[in-house]
């Protein structure tokens, strides 16, 4: 059974950095693309990223909103996904969820629970 | 950037109602869209992809059409665990979602 468990989330001060990471089971994370998508409270779905599948080179893209901020990875040998989030501004309070695609159409069987961010002084 | 716009943003509607919701694309992104159902609180589901393709488990009350900029989903005869907010996504490039629709309880 396909398996995304986020974990990381918490209160984090404006200014600063947080990681969150996505346990994944059920599949070799590396044969798959790996997205987080987030939702600020009360709000719609945004694509924050991804990280490509090691057959198509294991690059990273970002959205325009946290590029140069957010940095994607993976840790094959653990079956991990990260996201390292710093330079938090308030904006970027939500629940993020990481997603899995079979390249190379970006759409998403599955999804974790999801972990919430609150970036707040 | 692709921009992706639904309408309408609310829809009331009752059980067993046939429901259209519409999704434009700021430029042509071909077949490469999906949709998705979100209950509060829960992570989103997939509905449909490239455009008109029914995910394994979805009921076939579920419809998805066109190519290019515009696309519908369709739900064909509304029932009560269909309540939800559906959202569009292109994947042509990068991904983007639309705003959400919502579905209520007429």
């Known amino acids: 059974e396909v398996q995304l468990v986020e974990s990381g989330g918490g209160l984090v001060q404006p200014g600063r950095s947080l990681r969150l990471s996505c346990t994944v089971s059920?599949?070799?994370?590396?044969?798959?693309?790996m997205s987080w998508v987030r939702q600020a409270p009360g709000k719609g779905l945004e694509w924050v990223g991804f990280?490509?599948?090691?057959?198509?080179?294991?690059?990273?893209e970002y959205a325009a909103s946290v590029k140069g901020r957010f940095t994607i990875s993976r840790d094959d040998s653990k079956s991990i996904a990260y996201v390292q989030m710093n330079s938090l501004k308030t904006e970027d309070t939500a629940v993020y969820y990481c997603?899995?695609?079979?390249?190379?159409?970006?759409?998403?069987?599955?999804w974790g629970q999801g972990a919430l961010v609150t970036v707040s002084s | 950037d692709i921009q992706m716009t639904q309408s309408p943003s609310t829809l009331s509607a009752s059980v067993g109602d046939r429901v259209t919701i519409t999704c434009r694309a700021s430029?042509?992104?071909?077949?490469?869209l999906a949709w998705y159902q979100q209950k509060p609180g829960k992570a989103p589901n997939l509905l449909i992809y490239?455009?008109?393709s029914l995910e394994s488990g979805v009921p076939s009350r579920f419809s998805g059409s066109g190519s290019g900029t515009e696309f519908t989903l369709t739900i064909s005869s509304l029932q009560p665990s269909d309540f939800a907010t559906y959202y569009c996504?292109?994947?042509?490039?990068?991904?983007?979602f639309g705003q959400g629709t919502k579905v209520e309880i007429k």
């Open positions: 997603s899995r695609w079979q390249q190379p159409a970006q759409y998403f069987h599955h």
């Open positions: 996504q292109q994947y042509y490039s990068m991904a983007t």
């Open positions: 430029q042509s992104i071909s077949s490469a």
């Open positions: 059920g599949f070799t994370i590396g044969d798959y693309g």
């Open positions: 490239q455009a008109s």
């Open positions: 990280i490509r599948s090691n057959a198509y080179g294991g690059t990273t």
